[in-house]
T-cell receptor, first 114, second 113 residues
Framework: AAGVIQSPRHLIKEKRETATLKCYPIPRHDTVYWYQQGPGQDPQFLISFYEKMQSDKGSIPDRFSAQQFSDYHSELNMSSLELGDSALYFC?????????????FGPGTRLTVT | AQSVTQLGSHVSVSEGALVLLRCNYSSSVPPYLFWYVQYPNQGLQLLLKYTSAATLVKGINGFEAEFKKSETSFHLTKPSAHMSDAAEYFCAASMEYGNKLVFGAGTILRVKS
């Protein structure tokens, strides 16, 4: 079965640089979520999109932005990177209109800021 | 605000012993509850979910969880631990489908041979 795809899997950037993370949800899923998991921490919700419209926003810094495109893939753009942005970034997708409703997670993108 | 508490950041059991991972939620309205497992350097895999259809939920790999409203708990159990169960387990909640997940801090399960 198709799963959530994230690219790249690993990314190394320097402080003040910009990073773009991509997420390809499971086909037909209508909702995409982004989570950030710091070292030794639980995942924290950043932002979600339902049918390409932002549906909820969590503790996402103003330096971050995200969008969902017409083909349903989503991108998380991170500017002016800081050391504290080093984390595992997960994308998840779900089908909220007719189920199954649970969120399926991708393998994550590990971002290291040096 | 909704929160999820996992008691015990580390749990160690012997192979073949009972696994019990604790999860409590704080909400005036019982949320949807989930258990996810994360192996090192991997994503989150759904073990099971509670959706109000049944209080005892069976999941993959022999895990099950029981929803107890009176105790606001959703503890995860497995009768007999296997070495391959060693991983980090997260309890998570959402108020409704389509909403963000709120995660507990996670419990690292160690299985001793």
């Amino acid at each position: 079965a198709a799963g959530v795809i994230q690219s790249p899997r690993h990314l190394i950037k320097e402080k003040r640089e910009t990073a773009t993370l991509k997420c390809y949800p499971i086909p037909r899923h209508d909702t995409v979520y982004w989570y950030q998991q710091g070292p030794g921490q639980d995942p924290q919700f950043l932002i979600s999109f339902y049918e390409k419209m932002q549906s909820d926003k969590g503790s996402i810094p103003d330096r971050f932005s995200a969008q969902q495109f017409s083909d349903y893939h989503s991108e998380l753009n991170m500017s002016s990177l800081e050391l504290g942005d080093s984390a595992l970034y997960f994308c998840a997708s779900s089908l909220t209109t007719s189920g199954p409703y649970e969120q399926y997670f991708g393998p994550g993108t590990r971002l290291t800021v040096t | 605000a909704q929160s999820v508490t996992q008691l015990g950041s580390h749990v160690s059991v012997s192979e073949g012993a009972l696994v019990l991972l604790r999860c409590n939620y704080s909400s005036s309205v019982p949320p949807y509850l989930f258990w996810y497992v994360q192996y090192p350097n991997q994503g989150l895999q759904l073990l099971l979910k509670y959706t109000s259809a049944a209080t005892l939920v069976k999941g993959i790999n022999g895990f099950e969880a029981e929803f107890k409203k009176s105790e606001t708990s959703f503890h995860l159990t497995k009768p007999s631990a296997h070495m391959s169960d060693a991983a980090e387990y997260f309890c998570a909640a959402s108020m409704e489908y389509g909403n963000k997940l709120v995660f507990g801090a996670g419990t690292i399960l160690r299985v001793k041979s």
